[in-house]
């Protein structure tokens, strides 16, 4: 479980568990698209140009 943080930016984070970016085969600097599904949920896409 992560916990949603707010930070002096006023900017709301999560920190996600590195066990979960290897095993979606991200790297630093991936760009990852943030989108809603039809229940509102968050849906996290690696943005593949």
Same mark, same amino acid.
């Given at each position: ?11 709301? $984070?999560?920190?996600?568990? @590195?066990?979960?970016? +290897?095993?979606? &085969?991200? #790297? $630093?600097?991936?760009?990852? @698209?943030?989108?809603? +599904?039809?229940? &509102?949920? #968050? ?7």
């Amino acid at each position: 479980m992560v916990k949603l943080q707010f930070d002096n930016n006023k900017q709301y $984070k999560i920190t996600l568990p @590195k066990a979960l970016i +290897d095993a979606k &085969g991200w #790297i $630093k600097g991936a760009e990852i @698209k943030i989108e809603l +599904d039809g229940q &509102g949920n #968050i849906v996290l896409k690696r943005n593949i140009q």
